[in-house]
């Protein structure tokens, strides 16, 4: 006998294809567009459409005939943001990542001192760093640091490099002589690569990558940083290891409704 679990109604499965289409699409559509991307004729589109425009799933613009989300789409997506909870969401990707690369993968927010280390999932051999939960890294010399400094406001990352060096963590971290010009010639390769490393710095050593995470907004919610021995942990660019990092950041932002800008 058929799982019930696994039984669908296949007719909704269908017209999800149309609303799915809208959703990719991110514009107004005519009848004709919508149902080419759906895979289905314009006739059998049309039905689905005038069904989901009776309660407010899609709306069609009187003057151009055009398809677009209605209100009830937009206040289901309004709700479904306030439910997410990014960490909760993060923590079995990243905890898979940690397993797939066997290296010690750090979870990290915004905090009120910097960059900060929330959830650490260790690999399976120790490595002998100062990073647990409570750390705050360093905005100009860690991977984790870099990747927040790269998309946040410049006048915040002033005040946090300034912060940096009047707490000293710019000294613990080997950059208290690190000019801004330094800084921001780091900081426009990680905008053009979408993700940082470090290689034996601030540790000798020790490895470092950083992807980070952005909600619906755009605004950079997580930093997953992974790091290891230098002699096992391959950060080049083109490595799988640095692959399924970005990957997996890539994974949780899709999740919270991010969208990169084509």
């Known amino acids: 006998m058929e799982d019930k679990k696994s039984r669908g109604i296949q007719s909704i499965e269908i017209g999800g294809r149309l609303l799915t289409a809208l959703v990719e699409e991110g514009a107004p559509m005519s009848l004709g567009e919508l149902a080419k991307k759906a895979h289905m004729p314009s006739a059998k589109a049309h039905p689905y459409l005038v069904s989901f425009g009776s309660f407010g799933l899609v709306e069609q613009n009187p003057l151009t005939g055009r398809y677009e989300l209605g209100p009830f789409a937009l206040q289901l997506g309004l709700i479904s943001l306030q439910l997410l909870d990014p960490v909760r969401i993060a923590i079995p990707v990243f905890t898979q990542l940690a397993a797939d690369i066997d290296q010690t993968i750090g979870l990290s927010v915004l905090g009120n001192r910097g960059p900060t280390i929330i959830y650490i999932s260790e690999?399976?051999?120790?490595?002998?760093?100062?990073?647990?939960?409570?750390?705050?890294?360093?905005?100009?010399?860690?991977?984790?640091?870099?990747?927040?400094?790269?998309?946040?406001?410049?006048?915040?990352?002033?005040?946090?490099?300034?912060?940096?060096?009047?707490?000293?963590?710019?000294?613990?971290?080997?950059?208290?002589?690190?000019?801004?010009?330094?800084?921001?010639?780091?900081?426009?390769?990680?905008?053009?690569?979408?993700?940082?490393?470090?290689?034996?710095?601030?540790?000798?050593?020790?490895?470092?990558?950083?992807?980070?995470?952005?909600?619906?907004?755009?605004?950079?919610?997580?930093?997953?940083?992974?790091?290891?021995?230098?002699?096992?942990?391959?950060?080049?660019?083109?490595?799988?290891?640095?692959?399924?990092?970005?990957?997996?950041?890539?994974?949780?932002?899709?999740?919270?409704?991010?969208?990169?800008?084509?």
């Open 123 to 262: 690999s399976s051999y120790p490595i002998h760093v100062n990073m647990r939960t409570g750390t705050v890294m360093s905005i100009q010399a860690t991977a984790t640091g870099r990747v927040f400094a790269a998309v946040l406001p410049p006048m915040q990352v002033e005040r946090m490099v300034e912060q940096e060096r009047r707490s000293g963590v710019a000294v613990d971290f080997g950059a208290a002589d690190m000019t801004s010009g330094a800084l921001e010639k780091i900081l426009v390769d990680i905008r053009k690569r979408g993700m940082a490393r470090v290689e034996g710095n601030p540790i000798p050593g020790i490895n470092a990558v950083c992807a980070p995470v952005f909600e619906h907004s755009g605004a950079i919610k997580l930093g997953i940083t992974a790091i290891g021995p230098a002699g096992s942990f391959d950060v080049s660019w083109e490595h799988d290891n640095v692959r399924k990092i970005s990957e997996c950041a890539e994974q949780v932002s899709h999740r919270l409704g991010y969208r990169p800008i084509a």
